[in-house]
């Protein structure tokens, strides 16, 4: 079965860094999303696209927080400078319209 | 607005006992529900859903869920856990046509052997 591919599956970053993940959704989906999921509790919208226009920002930082999906394909989404209270669990998601939506493994992020 | 809302944050049952995983939800419109399970460092798995079809949903791994509009409720459940099932749960409400979830807080499931 296709997956949500992620990378890296680790990041460790000191405050004040940038850092960058990457998100490759299942062929054919034009509905990408981006979750922030802090220990303990669940998943939080950051940013949705469709094809490779934004769709709903509301919950993105975007003081620190950028996001792209330039050819609507794959993504990219940056924290710059990372703080502290950014570490979490960084999880991508897509879908077909009106469909479930399909998660990779997260990147899990420690800021130091 | 879309909301869930899950009654527990740990349910501990011994393997081979029932398993009730409950969740309350709150919208304004007829709602599409989900159920997703997250094993340690990995992404979300959908379980189930229900999209306004039959009220008894079935889903992988022998799990089921009821939705109750009466109730505004959506139980999870399951007749027989297995040590494989330990994981975390998470309710999940969607606007119908919108593709926007809102998760619940979660339920950390443990099985005692």
């Known amino acids: 079965e296709a997956e949500v591919a992620q990378s890296p599956r680790y990041k460790i970053t000191e405050k004040s860094q940038a850092v960058a993940f990457w998100c490759d959704p299942i062929?054919?989906?034009?509905?990408l999303y981006w979750y922030r999921q802090i220990l303990g509790q669940g998943p939080e919208l950051l940013v949705q696209f469709q094809d490779e226009s934004v769709v709903d920002d509301s919950q993105l930082p975007k003081d620190r927080f950028s996001a792209e999906r330039l050819k609507g394909v794959d993504s990219t989404l940056k924290i710059q400078p990372a703080e502290l209270g950014d570490s979490a669990m960084y999880l991508c998601a897509s879908s077909l319209r009106n469909s479930p939506l399909h998660f990779g493994n997260g990147t899990r992020l420690t800021v130091t | 607005a879309q909301s869930v809302t899950q009654l527990d944050s740990h349910v501990s049952v011994s393997e081979g006992t029932p398993v009730l995983l409950r969740c309350n939800y709150s919208?304004?419109?007829?709602?599409?529900l989900f159920w997703y399970v997250q094993h340690p460092n990995k992404g979300l798995q959908l379980l189930l859903k229900?999209?306004?079809?039959?009220?008894l949903v079935k889903g992988i791994n022998g799990f089921e869920a009821e939705f109750k509009k009466s109730e505004t409720s959506f139980h999870l459940t399951k007749p027989s856990a297995h040590m494989s099932d330990a994981a975390e749960y998470f309710c999940?409400?969607?606007?119908?046509?919108?593709?926007?979830?809102?998760f619940g807080q979660g339920t950390r499931l443990t099985i005692n052997p």
């Open positions: 062929s054919g989906h034009a509905t």
């Open positions: 999940v409400v969607n606007k119908w046509g919108a593709q926007k979830l809102v």
């Open positions: 919208s304004s419109y007829s709602p599409s």
């Open positions: 229900y999209t306004s079809a039959a009220t």
